[in-house]
């Protein structure tokens, strides 16, 4: 007999299919959505009707109000994960492949382990240091001289700027750890959201070309992509991941790390043609192995030794 509080397999299936799959197909729909909509006031309206939904919802569901504090981490949070991580990948996607930036996002992980080491005196487990290790040398392998000189695909200023956008999530997501915020999972994710989106669209303003720019210009395929980003990529996914850190462990949640990647380039490849390298393909590789050694590393808090390690691995795998 099943109790209470165990939720259902179809559940737990449902949810994890959401960040997977969703998750991993949002680099593909914002490639769709920005070939006629200018990048960052996509992602500031995207945000704003997100977060307004979300918040009202709270609002209705009786969740207190935030106060003044909250919502000053909030916009703090959402200058960096937003504006300057999702507004920076949506901008870059016009001349990187999806896949590519999935590829590239991948590294956040690695970001955050190396600012914890070196700001918060927090030294990474030796499993975490190789992952560490593996992710780098993947990461000089998929964006290194030889692969940008022999494909058209890869675009430097492109790929610098997907890089600041990682680093851009990585900081926030520190920050966000120690911040002042509300309790209630989805009060606190639609305040980021609409604080955020506020700031993309203030940025869209005042940066982005927009004389020329008419909403009746926007094709079919790029509203439907938008359309798709506000209620499963922005709503329908992060609720299901919500309820999944309350119902799972925090190392099982967040295998979508590393597979997402895999989505966006399967659908890349599927939709829109994109070719990757084996040079490519072996970087990805180790991007995702990199993304397991850190997830388990950290779980395993710097005190399993690697044999304990892999012998933890043949069990969990079996």
């Known amino acids: 007999m099943q109790q209470k509080n165990t939720p259902a397999v179809w559940q737990l299936v449902l949810a994890f299919g959401a960040i997977y799959i969703i998750w991993g197909s949002t680099y593909l729909a914002m490639k769709y959505a920005i070939e006629t909509m200018p990048p960052f006031l996509m992602a500031g309206i995207r945000f704003l009707i997100a977060g307004g939904i979300l918040y009202a919802w709270s609002y209705f569901k009786g969740v207190p109000k935030p106060t003044f504090n909250h919502w000053k981490s909030a916009t703090i949070i959402g200058g960096f994960l937003l504006l300057g991580a999702n507004?920076?990948?949506a901008w870059a996607e016009k001349f990187v492949d999806s896949g590519m930036a999935a590829l590239i996002i991948t590294s956040e992980p690695l970001m955050i382990v190396l600012i914890m080491w070196i700001y918060k005196k927090q030294k990474p487990s030796t499993i975490s240091l190789i992952g560490?290790?593996?992710?780098?040398?993947?990461?000089?392998?998929?964006?290194?001289?030889?692969?940008?000189?022999?494909a058209q695909h890869l675009?430097?200023?492109?790929?610098?700027?997907?890089?600041?956008?990682?680093?851009?999530?990585?900081?926030?997501?520190?920050?966000?750890?120690?911040?002042?915020?509300?309790?209630?999972?989805?009060?606190?994710?639609?305040?980021?959201?609409?604080?955020?989106?506020?700031?993309?669209?203030?940025?869209?303003?005042?940066?982005?070309?927009?004389?020329?720019?008419e909403f009746t210009a926007i094709s079919f395929e790029s509203g439907l992509a938008f359309?798709?980003?506000?209620?499963f990529g922005s709503i329908i996914a992060f609720s299901a991941f919500s309820w999944l850190m309350r119902v799972e462990s925090p190392s099982k949640v967040s295998t979508?790390?590393?597979?997402?990647?895999?989505?966006?380039?399967?659908?890349?490849?599927?939709?829109r043609g994109e070719v990757f390298s084996s040079q490519s393909l072996f970087a990805a590789?180790?991007?995702?192995?990199a993304v397991f050694m850190i997830t388990v590393g950290k779980k395993a808090q710097g005190k399993v030794k690697l044999r304990a390690f892999f012998r933890k691995f043949r069990f969990v795998n079996r």
């Open 132 to 150: 560490v290790f593996v992710g780098i040398i993947g990461m000089f392998l998929l964006i290194g001289p030889v692969e940008i000189a022999n």
């Open 227 to 231: 359309f798709y980003l506000i209620i």
């Open 87 to 89: 507004g920076g990948v």
């Open 155 to 213: 675009h430097p200023v492109g790929l610098s700027v997907i890089i600041l956008a990682a680093l851009s999530w990585s900081i926030g997501s520190v920050y966000s750890s120690e911040a002042d915020l509300p309790s209630h999972p989805i009060q606190n994710t639609a305040m980021q959201m609409l604080a955020g989106g506020a700031l993309l669209f203030i940025f869209s303003l005042t940066f982005e070309d927009l004389k020329h720019f």
């Open 256 to 271: 979508f790390a590393y597979v997402n990647p895999v989505i966006a380039l399967f659908l890349g490849w599927s939709f």
């Open 285 to 289: 590789a180790l991007l995702i192995s």
